[in-house]
């Protein structure tokens, strides 16, 4: 069964700094990778989408990379805003079409 | 484009009493899913329909929990008997296909007391 893990689980950043978040996967044979975001109360909004065989994906100041073979995802997101603060969530998409999230990791922007 | 939409919006029961809660995906959409999101943790798959078919309810307990989407569109999950262990946000994403980006709504937020 595919794992899916985040880590940290938690980041507080001040504004402006460049960060990086990690997601970890058990199984390689994934079919994509989607980044998401989740905002106190509400659903999840996605961010970002890598299939298997791209190496990354940008939009706007948030840029995703995907290293199947080792298991690994980051999402980077460049000068952070305290409107940038959630919980990020990453989730793949074996090639079953089965869907496993991560846990995510709750970012704070200082102002 | 009109979003995903799910009602209720809250809803508090008492175990043993049975909930339902509804799903109206995107217009086009043949994909829809239905997610448990107990707090601190990630959203975890209960079941996933193509069309009206079943394509994966293996995570889905089905000693008290059933799922239904008629003609397609519309989705309706149901908790009959409901557990203390059940209070979650359940969420229903859909998409154009499998293994295309997936669209979430508000989510449900279910207290059992």
């Known amino acids: 069964k595919q794992e899916v893990t985040q880590i940290p689980a938690a980041l507080s950043v001040p504004e402006g700094e460049n960060l990086v978040l990690n997601c970890s996967f058990t199984d390689s044979a994934i079919y994509n990778l989607q980044w998401f975001r989740q905002d106190p109360g509400k659903g999840l909004t996605s961010l970002l989408l890598i299939q298997s065989s791209q190496r990354e994906q940008t939009s706007g100041r948030l840029n995703a990379s995907l290293d199947k073979s080792s298991g690994r995802s980051t999402l980077y997101i460049a000068a952070s805003q305290p409107g940038d603060s959630a919980t990020y969530l990453c989730a793949v998409t074996n090639t079953g079409n089965q869907f496993y999230f991560g846990t995510g990791t709750s970012l704070t922007v200082i102002p | 484009e009109a979003g995903v939409a799910q009602s209720p919006r809250y809803k508090i029961i008492e175990k043993r009493q049975s909930v339902a809660f509804w799903c109206n995906p995107i217009?086009?959409?043949?994909?829809l899913y239905w997610y448990q999101q107990i707090l601190g943790q990630g959203p975890k798959l209960l079941i996933q329909?193509?069309?009206?078919?079943?394509?994966?309810d293996s995570q889905l307990p089905k000693d008290r929990f059933s799922a239904e989407r008629l003609k397609g569109v519309d989705s309706t999950l149901k908790i009959q008997p409901a557990k203390l262990e059940d209070s979650a946000v359940y969420l229903c994403?859909?998409?154009?296909?499998?293994?295309?980006?997936?669209?979430f709504g508000p989510g449900t937020r279910l207290t059992v007391t």
């Open positions: 217009s086009g959409h043949a994909t």
């Open positions: 329909f193509q069309n009206n078919g079943v394509v994966d």
């Open positions: 994403a859909s998409s154009y296909a499998q293994g295309l980006s997936q669209y």
